[in-house]
Protein backbone atom coordinates (compact mmCIF):
# COMPACT_ATOMS: atom_id res chain seq x y z
CA UNK A 1 0.00 0.00 0.00
CA UNK A 2 1.73 3.34 -1.15
CA UNK A 3 -0.12 5.80 0.95
CA UNK A 4 1.06 7.36 4.10
CA UNK A 5 -0.59 8.23 7.88
CA UNK A 6 1.51 10.50 9.98
CA UNK A 7 1.28 9.36 13.88
CA UNK A 8 2.15 13.21 15.37
CA UNK A 9 2.24 11.86 19.04
CA UNK A 10 3.14 8.28 19.08
CA UNK A 11 5.16 5.88 21.27
CA UNK A 12 6.61 2.47 20.02
CA UNK A 13 7.23 0.54 22.67
CA UNK A 14 8.25 -2.68 23.01
CA UNK A 15 9.37 -5.82 25.88
CA UNK A 16 10.52 -9.31 25.10
CA UNK A 17 7.25 -11.04 24.33
CA UNK A 18 5.55 -7.83 21.76
CA UNK A 19 5.99 -4.33 20.23
CA UNK A 20 3.19 -1.71 20.74
CA UNK A 21 2.58 1.65 18.57
CA UNK A 22 0.60 3.55 21.19
CA UNK A 23 -0.92 7.12 19.29
CA UNK A 24 -2.52 10.11 20.67
CA UNK A 25 -6.07 10.30 19.09
CA UNK A 26 -8.34 13.27 18.10
CA UNK A 27 -9.85 13.57 21.30
CA UNK A 28 -6.29 13.26 23.32
CA UNK A 29 -6.68 9.65 24.49
CA UNK A 30 -4.33 6.99 23.76
CA UNK A 31 -4.96 3.85 22.17
CA UNK A 32 -2.62 1.30 20.53
CA UNK A 33 -2.43 1.56 17.24
CA UNK A 34 -0.66 -1.53 15.99
CA UNK A 35 1.37 -4.69 17.45
CA UNK A 36 3.05 -7.53 17.12
CA UNK A 37 3.92 -10.33 18.98
CA UNK A 38 7.58 -11.49 18.66
CA UNK A 39 7.41 -15.00 18.76
CA UNK A 40 5.22 -15.09 15.62
CA UNK A 41 8.21 -13.77 13.73
CA UNK A 42 6.55 -12.16 11.12
CA UNK A 43 7.78 -8.75 11.44
CA UNK A 44 10.61 -8.06 9.32
CA UNK A 45 12.67 -5.16 9.78
CA UNK A 46 14.26 -3.20 6.69
CA UNK A 47 16.85 -0.39 6.29
CA UNK A 48 15.20 2.40 4.03
CA UNK A 49 18.59 4.46 3.05
CA UNK A 50 18.64 8.03 2.68
CA UNK A 51 21.49 10.21 2.36
CA UNK A 52 21.64 11.63 5.73
CA UNK A 53 20.02 8.92 7.57
CA UNK A 54 18.34 5.72 6.98
CA UNK A 55 14.86 4.69 8.30
CA UNK A 56 14.05 1.34 9.63
CA UNK A 57 10.68 -0.18 7.89
CA UNK A 58 8.33 -2.34 10.03
CA UNK A 59 6.63 -4.97 7.72
CA UNK A 60 3.84 -7.04 9.61
CA UNK A 61 2.05 -6.94 12.94
CA UNK A 62 -1.47 -6.00 13.84
CA UNK A 63 -3.17 -2.86 12.92
CA UNK A 64 -6.28 -2.04 15.23
CA UNK A 65 -8.01 -0.30 12.22
CA UNK A 66 -8.68 -3.15 9.57
CA UNK A 67 -8.62 -0.26 6.86
CA UNK A 68 -4.18 -0.19 7.77
CA UNK A 69 -4.20 -3.21 7.05
CA UNK A 70 -1.16 -3.63 4.57
CA UNK A 71 0.36 -0.60 5.86
CA UNK A 72 4.27 -0.59 6.63
CA UNK A 73 5.99 1.20 9.70
CA UNK A 74 8.27 3.42 8.95
CA UNK A 75 10.61 4.90 12.15
CA UNK A 76 12.62 7.78 11.51
CA UNK A 77 16.62 7.66 11.50
CA UNK A 78 18.50 10.27 13.13
CA UNK A 79 20.61 12.00 11.33
CA UNK A 80 24.23 11.71 10.71
CA UNK A 81 23.79 8.46 12.90
CA UNK A 82 24.62 4.85 12.11
CA UNK A 83 21.15 2.73 11.30
CA UNK A 84 22.56 -0.08 14.05
CA UNK A 85 23.14 2.52 16.93
CA UNK A 86 20.18 4.38 16.23
CA UNK A 87 17.52 1.29 16.16
CA UNK A 88 20.05 -1.51 18.20
CA UNK A 89 17.43 -2.23 20.76
CA UNK A 90 14.69 -2.78 17.90
CA UNK A 91 17.51 -4.65 16.48
CA UNK A 92 17.49 -6.68 19.29
CA UNK A 93 14.60 -7.65 20.19
CA UNK A 94 14.45 -8.89 16.90
CA UNK A 95 17.26 -11.19 16.52
Not at 25 to 39: H, R
Not at 47 to 76: E, F, N, Y
Request: glycine letters at 6%; hydrophobic letters at 35%.
Amino acid sequence: NGSKVKFNKSWLLGTQKRLLLISQQEDKTYSISWESVLADRQLVCDRVKHPLADDCRLSGGQWSDPAMQGHTLILPGVMRKKFHSTFEPLLDLLA
